[in-house]
């Protein structure tokens, strides 16, 4: 493993889901020898460490479903379609 030095006293380390939270070097190398860290940014000029990214771990990107019904029933043999649903809701308000 190469030595890792900080451009300062912490860096940000992205996780897979997009959260961002600031690290230490201790930090930082536990997670990279852990196998936890996907890519390490470093500065051009000096090498210095600027973030850090980790791979997903389980079900953290993808714990709930986010399909939607593309038709939607209205009356009793109306149907519609859900982005013309909320054009109508924008043209009555």
Known sequence: MD???LAGP???CESACGKRRKITLRTLK????AGR???IVK????GLVTRARLF????????RITAQAEVVRI????WIHTRNLKLMGEARG
Request: charged share 35%.
């Open 3 to 5: 030595s890792l030095k």
């Open 10 to 12: 912490t860096c940000i």
């Open 75 to 78: 009356g009793a043999s109306t």
């Open 30 to 33: 536990l997670l990279n020898e």
């Open 37 to 39: 860290v996907r890519e």
């Open 56 to 63: 997903a771990e389980p079900n953290e990107i993808a714990s």
């Open 43 to 46: 500065r051009k000029r000096d």
